[in-house]
C-alpha cells in the first residue's frame, strides 16, 4: 500500500505533486489526450470490475484485491457479505472466522485482521459511514492512496486516479510518465487530465493492460495505441524509437 504524501511547507517544495504540477510536455500532453480519447472509444463508460453495494461493500473488496485477482475477489464476496454486510457488523466479527471466508485471497490473516480493524474505526471515528476524503481514508488499516482512490472515484464520484500494477505499467509504456513511484504517477497523471477523468482514465487503462498490454507479452499487433506508443513492438513504434534515438 501506499504512503500518505507529505503536506508540511518544508517538503512542499519537492513533493510529488510540486514537480508534477511544474510543467508537462505539450508532446505528451496531446498524447495523453489522444491516449483517453481511444480508451473512451474502446472501453465506453468505466467498470468496477469487484462487485459491490455500498461504500463499505467495495472498500472490503479493495483491500482484499491486494495481491489477487478480482475475479477471485469476487468468489469470496459473496459469503463474506452475507456474512458481515456493513461496517457495523465487520467492526464485531470474530477475525479468525474473518480469515476462515478470505482465506483463498493470500495474506489472508493481515487482510481479515485490516478488514475488522477498518470496520471498528469506520464505526468509532466516522459514526459508521465510510469517509470520503483521502485523508481519513488512508488512516484505515489496510487503505492506502490507490485503494482511497477507487473509493472516491467509483462510488463518490470524486477526482481520485488510482494507480495500481496495470496504470503504473501502461503510463511507462505509452511514455505518459517515467516515474516508478506509484504517488509520483498519480500526480503527473493527475497533471495531464481533467479531475473529472482521473478515475475513468484509470478503470480504462486497467481494462487495457489485462486485455492487451500484458506485463510480458503485450498484444501490440491488435493494439488500438500502437500507433502512439513509443513502446510499441509494432514497426511503427520501433521506426518511431530508431528515429528518436538518431
Ligand atoms: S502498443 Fe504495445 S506496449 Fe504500447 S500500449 Fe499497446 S500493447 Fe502496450
Known amino acids: ?103 483463498s485471497t493470500g495474506f489472508y490473516a493481515t487482510k481479515a485482521k485490516n478488514l475488522v480493524g477498518m470496520a471498528r474505526n469506520v464505526m468509532e471515528r466516522f459514526g459508521g459511514e465510510v469517509p470520503s476524503a483521502i485523508e481519513d481514508l488512508v488512516t484505515l488499516p489496510g487503505v492506502g492512496r490507490k485503494t482511497a482512490n477507487v473509493l472516491r472515484s467509483v462510488v463518490f464520484d470524486l477526482p481520485g486516479l488510482p494507480v495500481d500494477t496495470h496504470v503504473g505499467r501502461l503510463s511507462r509504456r505509452l511514455g505518459l510518465t517515467k516515474e516508478e513511484d506509484p504517488v509520483k504517477v498519480e500526480y503527473e497523471l493527475n497533471a495531464m487530465f481533467d479531475p473529472k477523468d482521473w478515475g475513468g ?27 502512439i506508443c513509443p513502446s510499441s513492438e509494432m514497426p511503427y513504434g520501433k521506426l518511431k524509437q530508431t528515429k528518436k534515438a538518431k
Open 1 to 103: 500500500m501506499f504512503g500518505t504524501v507529505a503536506t508540511t511547507p518544508a517538503r512542499a517544495k519537492t513533493s510529488p505533486k510540486a514537480n508534477a504540477t511544474k510543467k508537462v510536455n505539450q508532446k505528451i500532453l496531446d498524447r495523453s489526450s489522444e491516449v483517453l480519447s481511444r480508451l473512451k472509444t474502446i472501453y465506453g463508460a468505466p467498470i468496477c470490475e469487484l462487485t459491490h453495494e455500498s461504500a463499505f461493500q467495495l472498500l472490503s473488496a479493495t483491500i482484499l484485491s491486494a495481491q489477487c485477482t478480482d475475479a477471485r475477489v469476487n468468489m469470496v464476496t459473496p459469503a463474506l457479505f452475507a456474512e458481515f454486510p456493513t461496517a457495523q457488523k465487520m467492526s464485531v466479527a470474530d477475525v479468525s472466522r474473518v480469515e476462515e471466508l478470505v482465506r
Open 201 to 227: 482514465f484509470s478503470l480504462r487503462l486497467i481494462l487495457h493492460g489485462r486485455r492487451v498490454c500484458d506485463a510480458k507479452k503485450p498484444k501490440c499487433d491488435v493494439c488500438e495505441l500502437a500507433d
